[in-house]
T-cell receptor, first 111, second 112 residues
């Protein structure tokens, strides 16, 4: 079964500090992983996907198949990074593609 | 505890046929309700959201419509499906606008 776990419901850091939002997954096949972000009063939007290997707004995420993790990292957090972050996995289950979300982590960056 | 039910899990429909996807939430009242779609190779797109019975906001013009006949029921419909309507549809709810989203299991729609 596909499963995404975000162990931290809340994460609070100070501006300029490094931040890491954890995401672990369970999937027997070859997954496609995403991070979505929802800023206050805005819609959910795609932040990055692992196949792109890109850095968006200073965030990066590396897929670690050995640890089945896809942690989101940023070396220096900014106040505008405060938002809800969701990790998601796209895979095939029962012959059908499926997108599964974690429960989300609320990141607060304090001044 | 709150739960969200979305059905069917998979659906194959011919072009021109109608569509009805249903989503219900239990264990909470007056939730914000959302319909999202993920098309192949793209991120999630918000289609509709609702803050109350009969209150529907459409985010993108398209071939789909949504209705909220009861507080915890959200229905996605189409009178005539197009090939481009194929995709993965997710229903979600939240307590209020900035609270965490809770997602259903999704419906994989294939229009043939």
């Amino acid at each position: 079964a596909q499963r995404v776990t975000q162990p931290e419901k809340l994460l609070s850091v100070f501006k300029g500090a490094p931040v890491e939002l954890k995401c672990n997954y369970s999937y027997s096949g070859s997954p496609e992983l995403f991070w979505y972000v929802q800023y206050s009063r805005q819609r959910l939007q795609l932040l990055l996907r692992h196949i792109s290997r890109e850095s968006i707004k200073g965030f990066t995420a590396d897929l670690n198949k050995g640890e089945t993790s896809f942690h989101l990292k940023k070396p220096f957090a900014q106040e505008e990074d405060s938002a809800m972050y969701y990790c998601a996995l796209s895979g095939t289950q029962g012959g059908s593609e499926k997108l599964v979300f974690g429960k989300g982590t609320k990141l607060t960056v304090n001044p | 505890s709150q739960t969200i039910h979305q059905w069917p899990a998979t659906l194959v429909q011919p072009v021109g046929s109608p569509l009805s996807l249903e989503c219900t939430v239990e264990g909470t009242s007056n939730p914000n309700l959302y319909w999202y779609r993920q098309a192949a190779g793209r991120g999630l797109q918000l289609l509709f959201y609702s803050v109350g019975i009969g209150q529907i906001s459409s985010e993108v013009p398209q071939n789909l419509s949504a209705s909220r006949p009861q507080d915890r029921q959200f229905i996605l419909s189409s009178k005539k499906l197009l090939l481009s309507d194929s995709g993965f549809y997710l229903c979600a709810w939240s307590t209020y606008r900035d609270s965490p989203l809770h997602f259903g299991n999704g419906t994989r729609l294939t229009v043939t």
